[in-house]
Structures are given as C-alpha cells and as structure tokens.
C-alpha cells in the first residue's frame, strides 16, 4: 500500500484511476445484465444461411420493413429481434402479413423450416437478440406443472384466459389462445413479446420457470376437461349463451308440457 | 258481479240485451270436459302408475348413482378419475331431481282428479268495509286521547326514535373498525420491489423496454393476513421508452429511466388490471373494460372507472434493486365512504 500512496501524486495516476474505475463498473454491469441475455445460441447459423436469408429477406419482407432491415413507417426495424422472434412470426404464419389491421394473425405457414432458419439467421446477424431455445429447455416433461401453473395465473392468465383459451383486448386487439401451440413458439412468445404481448426475459421469469409454464400448458392441453364440456372454456360468454338458449329452451318445454292436457 | 254464475261449466248466461251486443262478449263458457285415456281405460290407468313409479325409481337410481361416485371412485393423480366422478355426481343429482319433478307432474296429468272447477271474482273493497276500518282508526285516537295530551304523544316520539339507537352500537361491536387500513398498503419508503409469486427482489436493469412484471412487496409471503395485504398491494411494473412517459409537476421522479409502477387494483370495482398491451401503453381492465393510458400517469381513457390508477414512487437502491420511496399517495383500489 506504501508503494501506492507514495504514486498517487503520478502523472498518469488519474488515467489508471479511471481505467480501473471503468473497467471495474463495466464488470459489475456485465455480470449484472447477463440475465438479460440470450440463452447460449443453440442453433448454429452457417455464414450460407445469413446469404440465403438475406436473400429471402429482401424479396419478402423488405417491401415494409426495408432493405436491411432497418424498418419503414408501415413496419419496425428488426434489427436485434433475434432468431426467436422470426422464427415465432414467420413460424407461426403471422408474418409476412396477410392484411393490415390490428393486430397480425396466425395463418398457414408461408415458407419451409430450411427458409425460416435462413431467415432467422439473417435476423440474428444483424444484431443479438434472443435466440431460438434449446431442445432441453422446451422439454414440457421435465417441468413442474403446479409451479407452472401459478406462474400461468399471475402473468399471463389475465390476458390468455385461466384455461389458455385466449382473450379479448382493446380495439380489435387480441390475445390468442395457446392450445395447439408448440413448446418452441410459446418459449419464443415470452421472450420477445410479439405485437403487444409484453416481454417476459429472462431476468423475468428464469428458463426454468419458462419451461414450468409449457409444462403446465402442456398438461391442460392433454389432460383435458375435468367434467362435462368445455364451451371453449370461454368462461360466461359461451357458458351463458348455452344457458340461455339450451337452458331456456328446456324451461319452455316443460313449460308447454306442464300446461298440456293429457290425452 | 256477485251473483254472476260466468263460466259454471253448462250454464253459460248471456247477459247482452239487443241495445248492448257491440259492447259485450257473449261468454263462451267452459269446453266441454273431454275424460283422459287414464280415466276411460283401465289398462291405460295401470300403465300412467307404472310409469309415475319408474320416474320416481329413476331418482332413486340417481341418489344411488350420486352416493356411488362420491364414495366408490378415489380420486388419485390423473384427471379421469376426476372426469368420471364429476360426470356421475353431476348426472346423479340430475336423475334425483328431475326423476321427483316430472314423476309429480305426470301423476297429476294422468291420475289426479281433472274436472274442472270455478270461483268468482268477490267485490273489489265494499263500502261498508271501509267505514269500519275509518271508525276503528277514529276510535282508537278518541280513547288513547292522543290528540288531547301532547306531553304524552311528545314522550313516545322521542322515546320511540331513541330505542332504534343502542342496536347501532351492538351493530358496531361485529367485528374491528376498518380504521387507516384501507388508505394504507404495505408499500413504504425502502420496501424491495419482488416478483409475484416468488419474492425474488428486481433490479432495474432486469426490467427491459417492453416488459411487464407482476409485483408483490418484499415480505408479503411471511405475513400473517397475506391475502388481505396482498389484494391491496399488487402493482404492475412496466418499462417504457423515457420519451412516452409526461409526468406532471412533482412527480417527475416516481419512475426510474422509464420504470413505472401502477396499482393493479382497478378504481372502478377492484379488478386486478393486469391487461398490458406493450406497443399502445394501455392497461385494460377485463371486467368492465375500463382502460388507463400509460403515458398519460394511468388517466381513463374508456370505461366506468372514475379515478386514475394510483402510481408507486420507485427508486433504486444501493445495490440496483427497485424499492418504494413510500406508500400510495392516495388510497389504493374502489371508492368507499370515507375516502375523501
């Protein structure tokens, strides 16, 4: 320490003191924010997919979002979307976009998975981003259902309803329902928040509790009802339209009946 | 009216005189009593009891299917066990009640008496009656003298309006007085902001643009009324770009570089408001579909709700966590009496 002090008064004191000042809040920010990335790229992209992405991109999806990617009035800029969101969009079918109009919809998928990985990797050359998860992670089988399940409720049941059946939001706008979707595009769903579905990161909700929620999802999907019919688990809607029309309909059956002579 | 003998089955009386034929409907009486099969044939007859019995034999099959899937089936891991038991309770109970009901009704269709059988209409408020209800109301002032002693008349008043009053305090003793609870939270100045449902704190920088996160305050899991504090302290935590934020006058610090939080308690009737749409920056409320403008402090900008969300003042602390700066500035959640 003596060797020290007896340097403080160094010309080039101040220039190591903010060195090491710089160096040690770069590293406390980087460990920091290592939560916030993306999980290890598990899909390896070939510098022959970004081509053929590019190539793909220019004739597809540039005319709204521009060449390179860089966005236009009519769509926003992709770059640092990451692989997950492209492979969401495209995989998906919402993108490229059949019409315009509040929000995209699911439609029959437009391009092969060879095109979609071109494309994907495309994306993901242009900036980090999250990226397509890994086979471990999407393993519902290996998830807790239960846990899953009130992480279901708190977070994502307000919008997509208790049952995953999907919901109404303003204008036009709605949440889709999750039944039939798979592990990957649900994982990929709440890591980039597509359209004005929020982004649950990492730093959110972990992979693992990514994974508890496919899991749970899963279940439900399998499992079922647990009695009677589920009306689209749509909760009153469905449920109080088929019990005013069928249930009404018996009462006024009864009714006729009960005043009907006998023969 | 009183002495007509209208609708007496084969008596019809007509009433209408040349002069009065447009005004009056000449009464067409009853139809003529038509016997059922039950009441010509015999065999018929035996059959309607056979068939009353079996409607009430089925409910008891229905108590018997209830009992069976209540007691006979254990539910274990899977939900088909669930299905099934819920599937026989369900049609259990509704064999039961059903089997009784239309046993009953088919009972009284085929077997009970059916002739058929009239009553007049008596006179609407006779005269007479009404001057002996007027004179027993004149009676009972003239005895009781109460327009004659206003000492007692004024005695009664005050007594009767005061008897009502200790029924208030008894009313009162039911249970502890609401006191400061619903103008408090558990929210105040250092309290962490953590994850619902885990209660792992946040850091700033783990809020990124365009993300939401359900929060609970620090410790709600090891309270003792958890429920009750949680169902006012729920906030909703979102990140925007600084830009859309326009904080008004003093409260230009209560968010953290475009980190906000919002009660998640709708003003309107309570609902959690839990709907964020990321790209609008509105939050919807699925009751009544109230909706709060996130770049307008949570102003409504459609529905019921009458009051903006309230919002909690956040900051960082020492080591990056968000915490509270205090509680509420206003009460959380519905009006109620005394909110002010």
């Not at chain 1, 929620?213 to 019919?229: D, H, M, R, Y």
């Not at chain 2, 007691?71 to 891991?77: G, M, R, T, V």
């Not at chain 2, 792992?200 to 609970?216: E, K, L, M, N």
Request: glycine share 10%.
């Amino acid at each position: 320490m003596k060797a020290l002090s007896q340097r403080r008064r160094h010309p080039l004191a101040a220039f190591a003191l903010l060195l090491m000042a710089l160096l040690v809040t770069g590293g406390i920010y980087a460990a920091a924010s290592t939560a916030n990335e993306a999980q290890a790229q598990t899909t390896t992209f070939t510098a022959d997919d970004v081509e053929e992405g590019s190539k793909l991109f220019s004739a597809n999806c540039a005319s709204c979002h521009g060449m390179g990617a860089t966005g236009s009035d009519a769509a926003p800029s992709l770059v640092g979307v990451g692989a997950a969101s492209v492979d969401f969009q495209v995989g998906t079918g919402r993108m490229p976009m059949q019409m315009d109009g509040p929000q995209a919809q699911a439609k029959p998928v437009q391009f092969t998975d060879e095109q979609i990985r071109q494309m994907a990797a495309y994306v993901a050359s242009l900036g980090a981003g999250p990226a397509i998860p890994s086979e471990e992670i999407l393993d519902a089988s290996a998830g807790d259902a239960s846990k899953g399940g009130e992480l279901f409720r708190v977070n994502c049941a307000m919008c997509h309803n208790a049952a995953a059946a999907g919901g109404a939001l303003t204008g036009g706008k709605f949440a889709p329902s999750i039944d039939g979707t798979s592990e990957q595009h649900i994982y990929e769903a709440m890591v980039t928040g597509p359209q004005n579905m929020p982004v649950f990161s990492d730093a959110n909700i972990a992979p693992e509790d990514k994974q508890d929620i496919i899991a749970f999802l899963k279940t439900i999907e399998e499992q079922g009802s647990p009695g009677g019919a589920e009306l689209g688990s749509l909760g009153p809607v469905s449920e109080g339209l088929f019990i005013w029309v069928a249930g009404l309909g018996v009462v006024i059956a009864f009714t006729v009946w009960l005043t009907s002579r006998s023969s | 009216m009183a002495d007509s003998s209208h609708g007496a089955p084969g008596t019809s009386v007509t009433v209408a005189t040349p002069d009065r034929e447009l005004d009056e409907f000449e009464n067409p009486g009853l139809p003529p009593h038509r016997p059922r099969l039950a009441d010509r044939d015999r065999r018929a007859e035996k059959r309607a009891e056979r068939q009353v019995a079996l409607l009430f034999f089925i409910s008891v099959l229905g108590t018997l299917l209830f009992f069976v899937g209540y007691f006979a089936i254990p539910l274990n891991e899977t939900v088909e066990r669930l299905r099934l038991q819920n599937l026989m309770l369900g049609l259990g109970t509704a064999f039961a009640m059903l089997g009784i009901g239309v046993g009953i009704v088919h009972w009284a269709k085929t077997l009970m008496p059916d002739h058929e059988v009239t009553e007049s209409r008596h006179e609407i408020r006779p005269e007479r009656d009404r001057q002996d209800a007027e004179k027993i109301v004149n009676d009972i002032l003239d005895e009781s003298g109460i327009k004659r002693r206003p000492l007692i008349r004024n005695t009664l008043l005050g007594a009767a309006i005061l008897a009502p009053l200790p029924a208030i305090a008894i009313f009162r003793d039911l249970g502890p007085l609401p006191g400061n609870t619903l103008k408090q939270t558990m929210w105040d100045t250092g309290v962490r902001l953590t994850r619902d449902p885990s209660g792992t704190p946040i850091r700033a920088s783990d809020v990124t643009v365009g993300s939401a996160f359900h929060v609970i305050p620090e410790g709600l899991n090891e309270v003792e009324n958890k429920l009750e504090e949680k169902a006012k302290a729920v906030v909703l935590l979102m990140r925007l770009d600084p830009e859309e934020l326009n904080p008004s006058p003093g409260r230009e610090n209560w968010g953290y570089d475009g980190i906000v939080a919002y009660s998640k308690i709708c003003t309107h009737v309570g609902c959690p408001v839990a709907l964020y749409e990321q790209q609008t920056h509105h939050l919807l409320c699925p009751c009544h579909q109230s909706t709060f403008d996130l770049e307008q402090e949570c102003k409504v900008i459609f529905g019921p709700a009458a009051r903006p969300l309230p919002q909690l003042p956040i900051e960082v602390d020492d080591e990056g966590y968000l915490v509270a700066s205090s509680d509420f500035q206003e009460p959380v959640g519905p009006s109620f009496w005394e909110r002010g």
